[in-house]
């Protein structure tokens, strides 16, 4: 399933961020890919391991992982650190498919979900469109700053060179509690329509009551904790 999140970030928090990563340090791109995808990975990625590069990346972890629309689509059982890429003039990353085991220790996880959370408007930079190679067609995204798309670690995907401009993306990683991404969409499905129920019925209808019962109990079928 792929997801386009309109509105995660608002106009005043991206400029507030954009300001602090012109205060932060940036690095090669490439020390956080895999071997292979190492070779195709051209871009600066921001250190936020330090001072207000630690403020910035709890905040944007803060506000992902507790947005409603991505609990209900991903099911998070946990995130990886976020990364924000700073991507200019003949840089990109080609075509590859994402690490399925990411981290070590204790934050060793499964991707099952690869988001990118758009800090640059469509109209700041040609070309870095966000390409991905689903099954029966090919999907390419360049959304509107404070949007957040949400697709499977599983596919194909790049980011199409950049020919002028700048573009700054957040980006990160989801293990969730239910692997099956069928199981997944047919939650979130449901959750939808319990939504579009709780403005018609009462909170103690059989309808309601019935969609509840039936929600927790694919969950407890599904679920990892």
Known sequence: MLLTIADVLGPKALTEIRATLDRLEWRDGGATAGNRARQTKRNEQANLKTGKGIKLHDSLMATISGHTLVK???????????LVSKTVTDGGYGFHTDNAIM????????????????????????GGELTIDLPGAVQTLKPAAGDLVLYPSTSIHQVAPVTSGMRLACVGWIESMVR??????LLLDLD???AELRGKLSAQSAELL????????????????
Not at 103 to 126: C, H, I, K, N, Q
């Open 103 to 126: 981290g070590t220790g204790a934050s060793r996880m499964r991707s099952d979900l690869s988001f990118t959370l758009f800090l640059s408007a469509p109209e700041d930079y040609e």
């Open 210 to 225: 019935t969609l509840d019962k039936s929600i927790s109990n694919l969950l407890r079928m599904w679920a990892e904790t």
């Open 180 to 185: 099956d991404a069928a199981q997944r969409e």
């Open 192 to 194: 939808n329509l319990r």
């Open 72 to 82: 209900a689509a991903a099911r998070p059982k946990r995130f990886s650190r976020l």
